[in-house]
């Protein structure tokens, strides 16, 4: 199954738009489909647990943490973690991923690109 991708809140939506652009097909939900803003770490993982799709954030500092504990109990489709210095190059990183990959090589995984 190919990934589907769900941004964070805190995702810098250039990355989605940029990620869209480099192939139409790819599935990627903007935060606010899911109303995420606002809502805490372990609701997001919930939720985009529930859409089954891989949360890809900036959050590197508590994000991975609630991550751990979220699968624990829980199965979860994975998280990508980007860096914010690489907007361009994340949306490149993004598409190689998918295209290159399956979904169920990220489920219970955290995925850190530079």
Do not use: C
Not at 13 to 26: C, S
Not at 62 to 72: A, D, K, V, Y
């Amino acid at each position: 199954m190919k990934l589907r991708f769900q941004a964070d809140n805190d995702l810098d939506q250039r990355i989605v738009v940029a990620t869209r652009r480099l192939d139409p097909t790819i599935d990627f939900q903007i935060a606010q489909a899911l109303k995420l803003h606002g809502v805490p770490d372990t609701l997001v993982l919930k939720r985009a647990a529930e859409a089954a799709r891989i949360l890809v954030s900036h959050d590197r500092r508590t994000l991975p943490g609630f991550f751990r504990e979220f699968i624990s109990t829980n199965a979860s489709p994975g998280l990508i973690i980007l860096s914010q210095r690489l907007p361009g190059k994340a949306a490149e990183l993004l598409h190689l991923l998918w295209a290159a990959s399956e979904a169920e090589e990220y489920v219970n995984i955290i995925y850190s690109l530079p």
